[in-house]
């Protein structure tokens, strides 16, 4: 199954999870599985209009794909990272 | 053994306004900044001192790699004990100084005394022949634009500024440090602490070093050095790092707000109904009408995360524009326009001050009623009375716990008399546990862990390796936005020195850090009582899951027994 890589600051809803293996064949599909596990979880991505948050940004095996790239395939195996974009300052 | 050689050390007394030039001892030559600042002030300076009198002893120490070629690497550490906390504080900074100093091989000043005539104002001179201490009168008052525009016409274009603006002439508790930018422009400020009034009380008005346009520090192993700089400098660049950073800290706004870290009010909510007037992106659509951008706060720094923020008829205005200066000025004041924070922002550049402590202090003055919400001219005439010296001005420049006595107001967000800020305890426990057990009090960059799901079992050991990791990155002059980690850096260190520096060398470099500033508190006179939250991060309830503070003081103080080094603890990148 593809994994879900969560970062530290969206693991609120997570309660901790760091990486979860999820059902789908696209990105979205996997991050709405976490979402449907995870209350909470797909605010963090997603805006009310469904479009990615700008200060989201999403890795499928460590190439970053666009924020409307969704739709990109992904198999077992298949790493999709999120990546905050936190700093303090 | 190698590396840089005949490295010494400044030692002023303000009393006699006397220098005199010492070798820097080479058992110290791996301590720098925040660490070196720490040993010295454990050895030197009398934990019960006044912070403000002739006692106190003010460090200036630039970070171990500090003048070489690493990247980003120049920040310099300010510090002594605090007139603000009452225990020793480290603030650190970027700008030109910090690189100045040690391309000209000064690893430290140290200033102590007091002279005799409180009106009197002098300043330090540093170049390759030494330092002297002049008279500097004809800048009392000066706020720090004016004073680095004149004094950029009085020394050469290769001299850089450590100064002061009247909040810290004043000895007003909020008062910064002010280090130049590469356009010599006093935006850089180690701020947080109270270090800008025990510089005035010692009569410094600025530190002026001419770095003569010398060569950067040479490292033993040359080729190895600077194949690492290229190598991490490569990695930084082109890994997912540098975007996160590219637009600066502003940018972190809608994410802070999205968690709950984004306060309101005084603190009452989490988060703004402004984060979209706040949000650093506005500052980003100005550049193109307005001009400004991003650029490097100092030499040799590859990640620009500092903003140059211009007005609407596209003059300059700010530098930078962050995100704990939005948060803290702007939203918990009710204050909605970036534009009304970055005029705030300046004011704090010009007069001296910090801005986290001076925006928590307005917000205290606003919540007790004395001042609505959200009225941003209001604030800044606030800030002009500062300069004045009124009684209210006076107050605010004193910091959150000052006003919340003189208006006798319950909510007084602070954590050993120091402002909290912006990345709130509530929902990021294991950073509540760094601001109770720092010897900093509530610091972001003492040890931010913005994770709010992370289960209770792991904050002590999650707020302890921040810690240690953020000690040792604010001891080797790298910014915290590089986000080093400690095999890094100890790589760099070997390749400077030409002798490896060990996972248990760097990890007992990091606790001793610590350990030096604990025994400094509490021979100073802290006690368990001084590592607790405020009520109101007790009582006020944020967010839909209502979050207070409810961390046991028993877990909290797990913090100060050393657990054993996790592999972790050495990858785990620096963060504030």
Same mark, same amino acid.
């Given at each position: 199954?593809?994994?879900?890589?969560?970062?530290?600051?969206?693991?609120?809803?997570?309660? %901790?999870?760091?990486?979860?293996?999820?059902?789908?064949?696209?990105?979205?599909?996997?991050?709405?599985?976490?979402?449907?596990?995870?209350?909470?979880?797909?605010?963090?991505?997603?805006?009310?209009? %469904?479009?990615?948050?700008?200060?989201?940004?999403?890795?499928?095996?460590?190439?970053?794909?666009?924020?409307?790239?969704?739709?990109?395939?992904?198999?077992? %195996?298949?790493?999709?990272?999120?990546?905050?974009?936190?700093?303090? %300052? | 053994?190698?590396?840089?050689?005949?490295?010494?050390?400044?030692?002023?007394?303000?009393?006699?306004?006397?220098?005199?030039?010492?070798?820097?001892?080479?058992?110290?030559?791996?301590?720098?900044?925040?660490?070196?600042?720490?040993?010295?002030?454990?050895?030197?300076?009398?934990?019960?001192?006044?912070?403000?009198?002739?006692?106190?002893?003010?460090?200036?120490?630039?970070?171990?790699?500090?003048?070489?070629?690493?990247?980003?690497?120049?920040?310099?550490?300010?510090?002594?004990?605090?007139?603000?906390?009452?225990?020793?504080?480290?603030?650190?900074?970027?700008?030109?100084?910090?690189?100045?100093?040690?391309?000209?091989?000064?690893?430290?000043?140290?200033?102590?005394?007091?002279?005799?005539?409180?009106?009197?104002?002098?300043?330090?001179?540093?170049?390759?022949?030494?330092?002297?201490?002049?008279?500097?009168?004809?800048?009392?008052?000066?706020?720090?634009?004016?004073?680095?525009?004149?004094?950029?016409?009085?020394?050469?274009?290769?001299?850089? !500024?450590?100064?002061?603006?009247?909040?810290?002439?004043?000895?007003?508790?909020?008062?910064?440090?002010?280090?130049?930018?590469?356009?010599?422009?006093?935006?850089?400020?180690?701020?947080?602490?109270?270090?800008?009034?025990?510089?005035?009380?010692?009569?410094?008005?600025?530190?002026?070093? &001419?770095?003569?346009?010398?060569?950067?520090?040479?490292?033993?192993?040359?080729?190895?050095?600077?194949?690492?700089?290229?190598?991490?400098?490569?990695?930084?660049?082109?890994?997912?790092?540098?975007?996160?950073?590219?637009?600066?800290? #502003?940018?972190? $706004?809608? $994410?802070?707000?999205?968690?709950?870290?984004?306060?309101?009010?005084?603190?009452?909510?989490?988060?703004?109904? &402004?984060?979209?007037?706040?949000?650093?992106?506005?500052?980003?659509?100005?550049?193109?009408?307005?001009?400004?951008?991003?650029?490097?706060?100092?030499?040799?720094?590859?990640?620009?995360?500092?903003?140059?923020?211009?007005?609407?008829?596209?003059?300059?205005?700010?530098?930078?524009?962050? +995100?704990?200066?939005?948060?803290?000025?702007?939203?918990?004041?009710?204050?909605?326009?970036?534009?009304?924070? #970055?005029?705030?922002?300046?004011?704090?550049?010009?007069?001296?001050?910090?801005?986290?402590?001076?925006?928590?202090?307005?917000?205290?003055?606003?919540?007790?009623?004395?001042?609505?919400?959200?009225? #941003?001219?209001?604030?800044?005439?606030?800030?002009?009375?500062?300069?004045?010296?009124?009684?209210?001005?006076?107050?605010?420049?004193?910091?959150?716990?000052?006003?919340?006595?003189?208006?006798?107001?319950?909510? $007084?967000?602070?954590?050993?008399?120091?402002?909290?800020?912006?990345?709130?305890?509530?929902?990021?426990?294991?950073?509540?546990?760094?601001?109770?057990?720092?010897?900093?009090?509530?610091?972001?960059?003492?040890?931010?862990?913005?994770?709010?799901?992370?289960?209770?079992?792991?904050?002590?050991?999650?707020?302890?390796?921040?810690?240690?990791?953020?000690?040792?990155?604010?001891?080797?002059? +790298?910014?915290?936005?590089?986000?080093?980690?400690?095999?890094?850096?100890?790589? +760099?260190?070997?390749?400077?020195?030409?002798?490896?520096?060990?996972?248990?060398?760097?990890? &007992?470099?990091?606790?001793?850090?610590?350990?030096?500033?604990?025994? !400094?508190?509490?021979?100073?006179? !802290?006690?368990?009582?001084?590592?607790?939250?405020?009520?109101?991060?007790?009582?006020?309830?944020?967010?839909?899951?209502?979050?207070?503070?409810?961390?046991?003081?028993?877990? $909290?103080?797990?913090?100060?027994?050393?657990?054993?080094?996790?592999?972790?603890? +050495?990858?785990?990148?620096?963060?504030?």
């Amino acid at each position: 199954m593809p994994q879900v890589c969560v970062p530290p600051p969206y693991q609120g809803p997570t309660r %901790g999870l760091a990486e979860i293996e999820v059902r789908g064949k696209t990105v979205r599909e996997c991050i709405d599985a976490v979402g449907s596990r995870f209350p909470g979880f797909r605010d963090q991505i997603f805006d009310p209009e %469904g479009k990615v948050h700008g200060f989201v940004q999403l890795f499928v095996n460590g190439d970053e794909i666009g924020r409307s790239a969704l739709d990109t395939p992904v198999d077992a %195996g298949d790493r999709i990272e999120i990546l905050a974009a936190i700093a303090g %300052g | 053994m190698g590396g840089p050689t005949d490295d010494r050390m400044i030692r002023v007394d303000m009393t006699k306004q006397v220098v005199t030039v010492e070798p820097f001892p080479d058992e110290w030559k791996l301590l720098g900044g925040r660490a070196l600042s720490a040993h010295i002030l454990l050895g030197e300076c009398d934990p019960t001192c006044d912070p403000l009198g002739p006692d106190n002893l003010l460090v200036m120490a630039p970070g171990v790699l500090a003048g070489t070629s690493a990247p980003t690497s120049g920040r310099i550490s300010i510090g002594g004990k605090s007139p603000l906390t009452g225990g020793i504080k480290e603030a650190n900074a970027g700008g030109e100084p910090g690189q100045d100093l040690m391309k000209l091989g000064y690893r430290v000043i140290l200033v102590k005394g007091r002279p005799a005539d409180p009106d009197r104002r002098y300043a330090l001179e540093v170049n390759s022949e030494g330092a002297r201490v002049v008279g500097a009168d004809d800048y009392k008052g000066y706020w720090n634009y004016a004073l680095c525009e004149a004094l950029a016409k009085k020394y050469s274009d290769t001299t850089s !500024f450590i100064s002061i603006g009247p909040a810290g002439e004043m000895q007003l508790t909020g008062a910064s440090v002010a280090c130049s930018d590469e356009k010599l422009r006093p935006a850089r400020h180690a701020a947080r602490g109270g270090l800008g009034a025990v510089m005035g009380s010692k009569g410094l008005k600025y530190v002026a070093i &001419d770095n003569e346009k010398r060569p950067v520090r040479q490292p033993a192993r040359k080729k190895e050095f600077n194949t690492l700089c290229k190598a991490y400098s490569k990695d930084y660049l082109g890994g997912p790092k540098w975007p996160v950073f590219k637009n600066g800290t #502003a940018a972190v $706004v809608p $994410v802070a707000n999205m968690l709950q870290t984004f306060p309101y009010k005084n603190r009452v909510e989490g988060q703004s109904p &402004d984060a979209k007037t706040l949000d650093g992106a506005r500052i980003i659509e100005s550049f193109e009408e307005r001009g400004g951008g991003m650029h490097n706060c100092m030499t040799g720094c590859i990640v620009r995360c500092s903003n140059i923020v211009h007005d609407a008829e596209g003059n300059y205005k700010t530098s930078a524009l962050e +995100f704990e200066t939005l948060t803290l000025l702007g939203s918990n004041c009710g204050i909605a326009s970036w534009e009304d924070v #970055a005029d705030l922002d300046r004011l704090c550049d010009e007069l001296g001050l910090d801005t986290i402590e001076t925006g928590a202090a307005i917000a205290i003055y606003m919540d007790s009623g004395a001042m609505e919400f959200g009225d #941003a001219e209001g604030a800044k005439r606030i800030l002009k009375e500062i300069a004045e010296g009124t009684e209210l001005g006076v107050a605010i420049g004193n910091g959150a716990v000052a006003i919340g006595k003189k208006t006798k107001h319950h909510r $007084v967000p602070a954590v050993k008399g120091q402002a909290i800020p912006a990345w709130d305890p509530r929902p990021l426990k294991a950073t509540g546990v760094t601001y109770c057990t720092s010897p900093m009090g509530a610091d972001h960059t003492a040890g931010l862990i913005v994770n709010p799901g992370l289960p209770e079992d792991q904050w002590v050991q999650a707020s302890q390796e921040a810690q240690m990791v953020n000690a040792v990155c604010d001891s080797s002059g +790298f910014c915290q936005f590089l986000q080093p980690n400690l095999d890094e850096i100890r790589q +760099f260190y070997g390749h400077l020195y030409g002798e490896e520096v060990t996972r248990e060398q760097i990890g &007992d470099q990091a606790w001793q850090c610590l350990a030096d500033e604990w025994e !400094f508190n509490r021979r100073a006179g !802290f006690t368990e009582k001084d590592d607790s939250m405020p009520d109101c991060m007790k009582q006020d309830a944020i967010g839909p899951a209502k979050v207070v503070w409810d961390v046991s003081p028993d877990l $909290v103080r797990q913090a100060y027994e050393r657990l054993e080094a996790r592999e972790e603890l +050495f990858t785990m990148k620096a963060t504030g």
